[in-house]
């Protein structure tokens, strides 16, 4: 009977799954990209990812606390926002700076709208975001991975000595726009080192072989769809071999842009947020192909070399006319005229 259905905020699962075990799904599935980070960075990583995760159960119970509403931390969704939140971030950070975006992700990003369900934006891209604002220098500093140089010395954009000692992929992509030399930034090499991790980046935006078992260990076990992380990744794809063809002295080849950055980790983890995701396949298809274009557009024609943070936020607030317009079925078929 209708009258026995309950309407509840989201995430709307539409299987017999709590929002605890899709949560517990999302932090298996990072396991692999938390390896890999600990493997490249070693002591730097297990430190920011322990920090963020801690900060970002604290600032939640704290918030429950004032609120004086009941715990919520059996959800474990603090504990994803933590690990996705440290997996975004640089391995060079401060742990104050960490301790900041975690509070800031969680407290603003999530709880001020009314906790998990209520929020609009993805809350660990807000975190990031105001990091990035606030700490623009601290945001953009690399190291090498300790598989290079044990002591992981930090890098700056001007090495250029070793294409494995750069600041990450993407800077290399933008100076070959600058430079006019897009061919011969792209190369096995830096394509296998992308591949592997065995570059300067984002705890665990560096190792496709990680995302990607994770990625898929949720698609197989039907926590996410394919449809948002295909419509990403191949509007990606599309944009880059464009650009590519239109002028391949300055724009790498699009597998570069694939590999490189934070599009694996948004497309698998973060665009696929069930609170700040669409309800409808046709509106998920819209979405990842709203995402994967602005995120190319910022990468090839914006100053900033990466687009994923800005691409999630700006979709996440578009996400309710998207629901708008890719109305569901309702329950019991659509009304007569």
């Known amino acids: 009977m209708l009258r026995d259905i309950t309407v509840s905020p989201a995430p709307h699962i539409g299987e017999p799954l709590s929002t605890r ?22 002591l730097y990583a297990a430190i920011l990812i322990g920090v963020c995760v801690l ?9 429950n606390l004032i609120r004086k509403k009941p715990s919520s931390l059996d959800d474990l969704s603090a504990i994803v ?16 700076a960490a301790v900041v975006g975690s509070c800031f992700a969680v407290g603003i990003g999530k709880m001020v709208f009314g906790g998990l369900g209520a929020n609009i934006f993805n809350p660990a891209m807000v975190g990031r975001a105001f990091l990035t604002v606030s700490f623009g220098m601290l945001m953009t500093s690399w ?9 992981m010395a930090k890098v700056a954009p001007e090495n250029i000595v070793d294409a494995r000692t750069q600041a990450t ?9 600058k430079d006019k030399n897009g061919a011969q930034i792209y190369s096995q090499r830096q394509f296998r080192a ?25 698609i197989v076990r039907r926590t996410i769809s394919f449809h948002i992380p295909l419509a990403v990744l191949l509007s990606a794809f599309v944009f880059a071999a464009i650009a ?8 790498v080849q699009p597998f570069f842009h694939l590999s490189s950055g934070g599009l694996l980790i948004g497309a698998f983890f973060i665009a696929t947020d069930p609170v700040t995701a669409p309800l409808t396949a046709k509106g998920r298809w819209i979405f990842g192909v709203g995402i994967g274009t602005m995120t190319m557009l910022i990468r090839i024609a914006g100053e900033y070399p990466e687009g994923v943070m800005y691409a999630v936020l700006l979709m996440n607030g578009v996400r309710p006319l998207i629901d708008r317009f890719c109305k569901r079925v309702p329950a019991g078929g659509k009304p007569s005229a």
């Open 21 to 42: 075990r899709v949560m517990i799904d999302v932090i298996i599935a990072l396991v692999p990209a938390v390896i890999a980070a600990g493997y490249f960075f070693r």
């Open 55 to 63: 900060c970002s159960v604290a600032t939640e119970w704290l918030c």
């Open 81 to 96: 926002t933590g690990i996705i939140l440290a997996l975004s971030l640089p391995p060079s950070l401060p742990v104050w």
């Open 143 to 151: 190291t090498v991975p300790a598989t290079i140089d044990p002591a």
């Open 169 to 177: 992929p993407l800077a290399w992509s933008k100076m070959a726009i």
């Open 194 to 218: 992308t591949v592997t991790g065995e570059v300067a980046g984002c705890l665990g935006e560096t190792s496709v072989i990680a995302l990607l078992v994770g990625g898929l260990y949720l």
């Open 244 to 251: 590519y063809l239109a002028d391949h002295d300055a724009y």
